[in-house]
């Protein structure tokens, strides 16, 4: 079963989008902190990241630089799930760049779509 990490700070989205993707189609690990995130990466090796880029303790875009910067996870597909908007120019170039997949805008995409990007990725 593939297994994805949620990099999502507040636990009631993190359980929301949990239970509807996981599904029996997915194992979801989430962590709140980006420090939580590459110490559960490192423990369960995941196939797929879902990020938040508002994170306490950290950059989004710095946790994605951080996290690709490790060889065994440099390839491992990448969805940004965000309340930041990130439709300025430089800003969509920045997640691009490190080889974000999809980006979601959070007040505007429905579990639905988010579902839909993570079986196009995985399956």
Known sequence: MPRILLLEPDS??????RQ???NGTYTVDFAHSSQEALHCADG???DLVILELAIRDHNGFAFLHEFR???DWAKIPVI???H????EASM???WKSLGAKYYFYKPTTTLAELKKAIDDVLL
Do not use: G, H, T, W
């Not at 009631?12 to 989008?17: E, G, I, K, N, W």
């Not at 930041?84 to 439709?87: E, F, G, R």
């Open 80 to 82: 940004i799930f965000s």
């Open 92 to 94: 969509s170039e920045s």
């Open 84 to 87: 930041i908007d990130v439709s």
């Open 44 to 46: 369960n090796k995941p």
């Open 69 to 71: 910067s490790y060889n």
């Open 12 to 17: 009631q989205s993190a359980r929301l989008v």
């Open 20 to 22: 509807y993707i996981e």
